[in-house]
Every structure is written in C-alpha cells, then in structure tokens.
C-alpha cells in the first residue's frame, strides 16, 4: 500500500517517453493509484468540499485521500479551493486537463460495468477453490 507521504516527490519514473507505450505510463503516474481515479470520476460532477468527497469515495481514510488530492492537484489535475472561514471550508474541482479525462473515465466506469465485475467475480471463486484443495 502506497501510504509513504514522500512518494508524491520521487521523480518520475522515465526521463524520457518516447518509446511507444510511453504515454500509457505517463497518464498511469499521473491517475494511477488507488483512489485517483474514483477522486477524479466524483469531481466530474463539479466542484466538492473534502467532506463530502470522503463521504462519496467511502472507506478511504482522511490522511490518504488528502494525500491522492495533493498529487492530482501537484499533477496539474485538480485544483484546490480554501475558503478564509471558521471553520476552514476546502474545496475541490477538476482542471481544464482534468475536465478532460472525463471520456477516459466514462470509459473505465463501461468496461467495470461490463466486464470488470464478471473478472472479480471469477478470481473470487477461482482462489476460493484453490484454499478449499
């Protein structure tokens, strides 16, 4: 689990992104982990204040979806909105580069639906016969 809060400082893995697959990886480090991609699809619907991102995202903790938001937002993906109140009120929106990933995550939100389940599903059964041998 990607809990280490200097891993959003590594450098990226590639200096260059030439090779054909290159950008497949790139786009992966940018909305690769966890959480980034249920964060990015939830922010398709507009601007959302932390608290009720977390609610929406579910089980993920306070301490990593501050984490996976400071990464999108260092990624040119997210942009962060703090509001000078009492209590602090944060806010959260897609960029214009994150506006633009709603196909992709349309996309992913149609295979799930269509195969990704049936997979799990599958893996489940299958593990469970192989601990049951």
Not at 100 to 110: T, Y
Request: charged residues 30%; glycine residues 6%.
């Amino acid at each position: 689990m990607d809990t280490n809060d200097t891993d959003s400082l590594k450098p990226a893995r590639h200096v260059n992104y030439d090779l054909p697959a290159c950008p497949v990886e790139a786009t992966l480090e940018l909305i690769g982990a966890k959480w980034k991609g249920i964060i990015l699809f939830y922010l398709l619907d507009g601007r959302v204040r932390f608290s009720e991102l977390k609610r929406k995202v579910g089980c993920v903790t306070q301490r990593m979806l501050t984490k996976q938001l400071r990464d999108l937002e260092a990624g040119g993906l997210v942009n962060r909105i703090v509001y000078a109140e009492v209590p602090p009120k944060v806010e959260y929106e897609l960029t214009e580069a994150g506006r633009s990933l709603e196909p992709i995550l349309h996309a992913l939100k149609d295979w799930g639906e269509t195969h990704a389940m049936k997979l799990i599903t599958e893996r489940i059964a299958r593990e469970e016969s192989e601990a049951a041998s």
